[in-house]
């Protein structure tokens, strides 16, 4: 069975809260004991550095966030689970990445363009207090992923553009050096729940608005009180679409208790019982995790050894990987240097799809020859998906071009087109 390597990582800059729980923890923690998974968790300490300089809490929220996972479900023996930190590798790569990445890439960037758009409004000059960490943020998230060569990385969809920078850098690398990366695909987590907050907007420590997902009894009960609701008084019917206590309870409850909710919001429950029903569910299940959680924060060299567990399975696939690396660039012993040309002489040689979005949003793909000449420009597609099932097609059934609606402009023959894919399908079976 053909193993798909999946990639979360999960930024040290706060406390969990029940949406972490909800949309990532619960999910991933499921979806890592399905066969033919290989599951790679790692905390994002890296990443933190760019939105936080507090160190006390950087480690804080290192050691709540491992306990949580562990806490949950989550099985080092299992998955390979790591602090970003301990693997020296990863800002090697970073490195290398960073040689091959267009500056008018990173200027494209969400993050950073929020950031000098937010300066320009406030006339002010557009890099003022944006950090270099913040620009080389892309980056350092594509050597997350391509260090360990991951299939799939699960995002929500504000995250796709990461992604397609992470192919991007992969793509570049390759061309140049052999292909030495897998490119890697956005898994969108739209069929994941987003929960509200105690205000009714999404819960976010942004917001101020998070129910802490490991807190004591008493105190979650008197946070869910807190909830924001209508002023409909017991006996009143109650609507529950719209209603954040009602989307919460739904996080929690099986399809019979929605159903015995959403009657009892119907024959007007008061919202006093109803937050009491939905502190009782929520503590069920959050209970026997919340012992396990103490346990491990109390007693944090547990969660190092199983980090540093985590960092030297994770190095047995990145120390090797990072010495081929550094050799395919030129950082070689000098007793080898008669073996530098023929490799790459032979890749530069082969024409290559890239995939790109463009600024309509959609998806494109083109075929160029090994000097960079246009030979066939896809029309644009919804999805990057959409776009990379035609172009694996055509890496796969070279006769398929004719059965295709493409394409969008050519810059040869059809029958050189169909010459060149057949190269590349005969050259991917060598």
């Known amino acids: 069975m ?19 729980y909800v949309g990532a923890i619960r999910p991933a923690i499921a979806a890592c004991r399905a066969a033919g998974v290989e599951s790679f968790y790692f905390l994002a300490d890296y990443h933190a550095l760019i939105k936080v300089d507090d160190p006390a809490r950087i480690q804080g929220s290192t050691l709540e966030i491992a306990a949580t996972w562990i806490a949950c479900g989550l099985d080092p023996e299992r998955v390979t689970f790591y602090r970003q930190s301990d693997i020296p590798e990863i800002p090697e790569l970073t490195w290398f990445l960073t040689c091959v990445c267009g500056k008018g890439l990173l200027n494209r960037a969400h993050a950073y363009k929020a950031a000098v758009d937010k300066n320009t409004e406030a006339q002010q000059d557009p890099d003022t207090d944006v950090t ?20 799939q990385v699960p995002v929500g969809r504000d995250q796709i553009q990461h992604i397609e920078m992470a192919r991007d850098l992969a793509a570049g690398f390759n061309h140049r050096y052999g292909d030495h990366f897998v490119l890697p695909e956005a898994q969108i987590e739209d069929h994941v729940a987003t929960l509200p907050g105690l205000d009714g907007r999404k819960m976010s420590k942004s917001y101020d608005n998070t129910i802490p997902l490991f807190a004591p009894t008493e105190q979650l009960q008197k946070i869910i009180a807190g909830i ?23 996080a929690f409850a ?50 190092e050894a199983l980090l540093q567990a985590g960092a030297a399975k994770a190095r047995a ?57 246009l030979l066939l420009q896809s029309p644009g597609y919804v999805s ?16 398929a071009f004719t059965g295709l609606e493409l394409p969008a402009a050519l810059g040869a023959s059809l029958d050189e087109v169909r010459q060149v894919l057949q190269q590349l399908h005969d050259a991917a079976d060598q």
């Open 384 to 399: 990057p998906q959409e776009a990379g099932k035609v172009v694996k097609k055509l890496q796969q059934q070279p006769q």
């Open 2 to 20: 053909k193993t798909t390597r999946v990639l979360t990582g999960i930024t040290t800059s706060g406390t969990p809260h029940l949406g972490n």
């Open 317 to 373: 696939i990145a120390t090797p990987a990072m010495s081929r690396l550094r050799h395919a660039v030129g950082l070689r012993d000098l007793r080898t240097q008669a073996s530098r040309s023929p490799a790459k002489t032979t890749k530069a040689a082969l024409p290559s799809f890239k995939q790109y979005r463009e600024a309509d949003g959609k998806f494109y793909f083109k075929l160029v020859d090994a000097a960079g000449k």
């Open 132 to 151: 270099a960490g913040l620009f080389m943020y892309p980056v350092l998230m594509a050597a997350d992923i391509l260090m360990f060569n991951a299939h």
């Open 228 to 250: 924001k609701t209508d002023s409909r008084a017991p006996g009143e019917p109650k609507d529950t679409e719209g209603s954040a206590l009602f989307q919460i309870y739904q």
């Open 254 to 303: 099986s399809p019979a208790e929605c159903d015995a909710m959403r009657q009892a919001f119907a024959q007007g429950i008061s919202w006093a019982d109803a937050k009491h029903r939905l502190f009782e569910l929520i503590n069920q299940e959050i209970s026997p995790l919340r012992a396990s959680y103490q346990e491990l924060m109390a007693h944090p060299e547990q969660l």
